[in-house]
């Protein structure tokens, strides 16, 4: 039995959730099969307790089982969370972020049981929407099964995507990605390439748009043949500017080959795939590469990730330095911070912003002139940097004083930053 921990991949949905482990004899990422050949590697979004046995279900197995017996069924958990609903399942009250700790907790099981490894190194989410909520609530379902937020990772499909893409050979990615994602949800075309920057660093662009509102699920043949025409009108329309490797098809939308005059249009220099389990597995790749702290993280420009680095201006061992606070290519939920500082008696703090791509510098400066006057090295602030979404930036500074000899005032200073305006 190997000693290292488990490196897990899952895609969740409000429908269905895959999961896979990176395998360290095969060196790539292996899907859990489900346990029916029509879902294959999707596991439903759903839980019920089986009372007479005291034990859970999770997917297909909690779905037969509250239809036979009349059980309720708990699906779409993380939405029932934002709606702070509780519940009584055996005489017991649960609140939905048990219960997805409970969904959670079974599909590890699945993992382990696959491998025989009971120790878990990392685990990487991927989601169609975060925020500060959802990673809040991902988090604290974790820690119910005493797994610490330094072991949780939560990340975007382009995110995924990127990760998954370039871990194949390059010459599905060379010239550049195509991938559309069709299901319930709606459809969705996500455009990789790679661009050198100003000082040679190599970036992963992801560009992403939405479609939804001429696709959708549908078996009439004659809808089906409207949206052949589309399709291979969107992926005419990127191959007419540049060339792509590779296209890939994932989604519910995708499981039927209704898409032939698409497939046709697509030269034997690209390459097709139909697939359902690639987030889960760009998923489980980025684990393994946090699992490697030699490699670098990939520089990915994407909707969700920083593009600014953010630094002080601040003494640092007697000398005044520009110290980093947050770093460009991260994802904006995870890009804020609480720091304190000493300063002199100054009047003014300037902050640095840096664009990720073209590295131009901006300068912000926040005056503090109306905090309370002290001696020098007297004063201790906090600054906070919290981000709103990948885009905008709240930074505020607060006075907290020095002490007992110099009690905090109420003195704050903030602004909001639109960090469009600095790329």
């Given at each position: 039995m190997s000693k290292q921990g488990l490196i897990i991949g899952i895609d969740y949905t409000s429908e269905y959730c895959q999961a896979c482990?990176?395998?360290?004899?095969h060196e790539c990422p292996e899907s859990i099969y489900s346990g029916t050949e029509e879902m294959r590697y999707r596991i439903p979004t759903a839980l019920s307790f089986d009372s007479s046995n005291s034990k859970w279900l999770i997917g297909q197995a909690?779905?037969?089982?509250?239809?036979?017996?009349?059980?309720?069924?708990?699906?779409?958990?993380?939405?029932?969370?934002?709606?702070?609903?509780k519940c009584i399942i055996d005489n017991r009250e649960y609140t939905y972020?048990?219960?997805?700790?409970?969904?959670?907790?079974?599909?590890?099981?699945?993992?382990?049981?696959?491998?025989?490894?009971?120790?878990?190194?990392?685990?990487?989410?991927?989601?169609?929407?975060?925020?500060?909520?959802?990673k809040n609530t991902i988090l604290e379902a974790f820690a119910m099964l005493k797994l610490p937020a330094s072991k949780i990772k939560l990340q975007s499909c382009a995110e995924s995507f990127a990760y998954y893409v370039l871990n194949e050979n390059k010459e599905l990615w060379e010239k550049g990605t195509q991938l559309f994602d069709f299901s319930s949800e709606g459809f969705?075309?996500?455009?990789?390439?790679?661009?050198?920057?100003?000082?040679?660093?190599?970036?992963?662009?992801?560009?992403?748009d939405e479609h939804s509102e001429e696709f959708f699920l549908s078996?009439?043949?004659?809808?089906?043949?409207?949206?052949d025409e589309k399709l291979d009108a969107l992926f005419l329309e990127v191959i007419d500017e540049n060339p792509v490797s590779s296209v890939f098809f994932v989604g519910k939308g995708f499981e039927d080959i209704w898409f032939?005059?698409?497939?046709k249009d697509i030269s034997?220099?690209?390459?097709?795939?139909?697939?359902?389990?690639?987030?889960?597995?760009?998923?489980?790749?980025?684990?393994?590469?946090?699992?490697?702290?030699?490699?670098?993280?990939?520089?990915?420009v994407c909707d969700g990730r920083t593009k600014v680095t953010i630094a002080v201006e601040a003494r640092y061992k007697g000398t005044m330095s520009i110290i980093n606070l947050s770093r460009a290519s991260v994802d904006w939920f995870d890009a804020g911070i609480v720091s304190d500082f000493i300063i002199d008696n100054i009047k003014v703090i300037r902050f640095y912003i840096t664009s990720m791509v073209s590295k131009e510098r901006t300068f912000v400066d926040f005056d503090i002139s109306d905090f309370p006057q002290r001696p020098n090295k007297a004063t201790r602030i906090e600054i906070e940097i919290r981000y709103l979404n990948d885009c905008e930036c709240e930074i505020s500074i607060k006075d907290k004083g020095f002490g007992e000899f110099f009690p905090a005032s109420d003195a704050k200073v903030t602004k909001r930053l639109n960090m469009e305006g600095y790329v």
């Amino acid at each position: 039995m190997s000693k290292q921990g488990l490196i897990i991949g899952i895609d969740y949905t409000s429908e269905y959730c895959q999961a896979c482990y990176y395998s360290r004899r095969h060196e790539c990422p292996e899907s859990i099969y489900s346990g029916t050949e029509e879902m294959r590697y999707r596991i439903p979004t759903a839980l019920s307790f089986d009372s007479s046995n005291s034990k859970w279900l999770i997917g297909q197995a909690a779905i037969d089982y509250a239809t036979e017996k009349e059980e309720y069924l708990f699906q779409d958990l993380l939405a029932n969370v934002a709606e702070r609903e509780k519940c009584i399942i055996d005489n017991r009250e649960y609140t939905y972020t048990q219960l997805l700790a409970i969904y959670f907790g079974k599909i590890i099981e699945l993992v382990q049981l696959s491998t025989s490894i009971m120790a878990v190194e990392n685990i990487t989410v991927n989601l169609r929407e975060i925020n500060h909520d959802v990673k809040n609530t991902i988090l604290e379902a974790f820690a119910m099964l005493k797994l610490p937020a330094s072991k949780i990772k939560l990340q975007s499909c382009a995110e995924s995507f990127a990760y998954y893409v370039l871990n194949e050979n390059k010459e599905l990615w060379e010239k550049g990605t195509q991938l559309f994602d069709f299901s319930s949800e709606g459809f969705f075309e996500k455009q990789l390439s790679l661009q050198r920057g100003s000082e040679n660093e190599e970036y992963v662009y992801v560009y992403e748009d939405e479609h939804s509102e001429e696709f959708f699920l549908s078996d009439n043949e004659g809808i089906r043949e409207q949206m052949d025409e589309k399709l291979d009108a969107l992926f005419l329309e990127v191959i007419d500017e540049n060339p792509v490797s590779s296209v890939f098809f994932v989604g519910k939308g995708f499981e039927d080959i209704w898409f032939d005059k698409t497939l046709k249009d697509i030269s034997e220099n690209t390459r097709a795939f139909k697939g359902n389990n690639l987030y889960a597995k760009g998923a489980c790749l980025a684990g393994l590469r946090r699992s490697k702290k030699e490699l670098k993280d990939l520089a990915i420009v994407c909707d969700g990730r920083t593009k600014v680095t953010i630094a002080v201006e601040a003494r640092y061992k007697g000398t005044m330095s520009i110290i980093n606070l947050s770093r460009a290519s991260v994802d904006w939920f995870d890009a804020g911070i609480v720091s304190d500082f000493i300063i002199d008696n100054i009047k003014v703090i300037r902050f640095y912003i840096t664009s990720m791509v073209s590295k131009e510098r901006t300068f912000v400066d926040f005056d503090i002139s109306d905090f309370p006057q002290r001696p020098n090295k007297a004063t201790r602030i906090e600054i906070e940097i919290r981000y709103l979404n990948d885009c905008e930036c709240e930074i505020s500074i607060k006075d907290k004083g020095f002490g007992e000899f110099f009690p905090a005032s109420d003195a704050k200073v903030t602004k909001r930053l639109n960090m469009e305006g600095y790329v």
